[in-house]
T-cell receptor
Framework: GQQLNQSPQSMFIQEGEDVSMNCTSSSIFNTWLWYKQDPGEGPVLLIALYKAGELTSNGRLTAQFGITRKDSFLNISASIPSDVGIYFCAGQGYSGGSNYKLTFGKGTLLTVNP | KAGVTQTPRYLIKTRGQQVTLSCSPISGHRSVSWYQQTPGQGLQFLFEYFSETQRNKGNFPGRFSGRQFSNSRSEMNVSTLELGDSALYLC??????????????????FGAGSRLTVL
C-alpha cells in the first residue's frame, strides 16, 4: 500500500517558537489533509489542500500542497501551550481499480514548553 | 449540525469476549471509516463503509468486522478479544467517502473514539 513519511516524529519547543512538519510520499496524491489530535479525543481537521502548489492558512497555521503532489508541509507560527497534541497528515491517493483512499502519516507529537 | 457520535466512550472487557462499538455519522454523510489507534502505531485503517457496502478493508484479522445500516449508522465488532486489541477505536464520517474526488467530499470528520481495554 501507499506509504506516508511524516517527520519529525516528535518536537519539543518553547512557547513563541515557530514549528514546521512535513509529509512525503513516493506516490502522487490528489488531496492533503492536516489534523490535530488532543489527548483522549479524535483528530480534528485543521487544513485541507486540493491543488498542487496550493498554500492555505488557518490562523497561525499554514500548509502547502507540494508542486510534485508527493509532499506537504504544515507550519505553526508563534506556538502557544494549547498547540500541544499530535498532528497527522493524510493524503488521498490511488489504491487500485477505480479506488482512491486516504493514507495517514504516523503523526508528529508536539510539546510546547510555556 | 451534530458531529460524529461514538458509543460507548470507554469499556473494559476480558480476553475471549467480544465487543460491539457504535458510530453515528454526521447527518447526510454516507461513508463511515473505522481506525484503530495504539501508542506509537498511528491510525491503522480497519474498513470503510459506503451505502451499507464495505468499500475498503485494512490488514486486520477476520475477528474484526463491521456493518453499516440504511441510516448510515455503523457498528464494528471484535470477537475473541486479545490483549493487543486494547486501543482507541475511532470512527470517521465523510460526505462521499475516502475515494471521492470532489473537493471536500472526501474529508473525514472523526468522533471522540471508544477506548477499549482488554484485561
Amino acid at each position: 500500500g501507499q506509504q506516508l513519511n511524516q517527520s519529525p516524529q516528535s518536537m519539543f519547543i518553547q512557547e513563541g517558537e515557530d514549528v514546521s512538519m512535513n509529509c512525503t510520499s513516493s506516490s502522487i496524491f490528489n488531496t492533503w489533509l492536516w489534523y490535530k489530535q488532543d489527548p483522549g479525543e479524535g483528530p480534528v481537521l485543521l487544513i485541507a489542500l486540493y491543488k498542487a502548489g496550493e498554500l492555505t492558512s488557518n490562523g497561525r497555521l499554514t500548509a502547502q500542497f507540494g508542486i510534485t503532489r508527493k509532499d506537504s508541509f504544515l507550519n505553526i507560527s508563534a506556538s502557544i501551550p494549547s498547540d500541544v497534541g499530535i498532528y497527522f497528515c493524510a493524503g488521498q491517493g490511488y489504491s487500485g481499480g477505480s479506488n482512491y483512499k486516504l493514507t495517514f502519516g504516523k503523526g508528529t507529537l508536539l510539546t510546547v514548553n510555556p | 449540525k451534530a458531529g460524529v457520535t461514538q458509543t460507548p466512550r470507554y469499556l473494559i472487557k476480558t480476553r475471549g469476549q467480544q465487543v460491539t462499538l457504535s458510530c453515528s455519522p454526521i447527518s447526510g454523510h454516507r461513508s463511515v471509516s473505522w481506525y484503530q489507534q495504539t501508542p506509537g502505531q498511528g491510525l491503522q485503517f480497519l474498513f470503510e463503509y459506503f451505502s451499507e457496502t464495505q468499500r475498503n478493508k485494512g490488514n486486520f484479522p477476520g475477528r474484526f468486522s463491521g456493518r453499516q445500516f440504511s441510516n448510515s449508522r455503523s457498528e464494528m465488532n471484535v470477537s475473541t478479544l486479545e490483549l493487543g486489541d486494547s486501543a482507541l477505536y475511532l470512527c470517521a464520517s465523510s460526505p462521499e467517502g475516502q475515494g471521492a474526488l470532489r473537493s471536500g467530499a472526501n474529508v473525514l470528520t472523526f468522533g471522540a473514539g471508544s477506548r477499549l481495554t482488554v484485561l
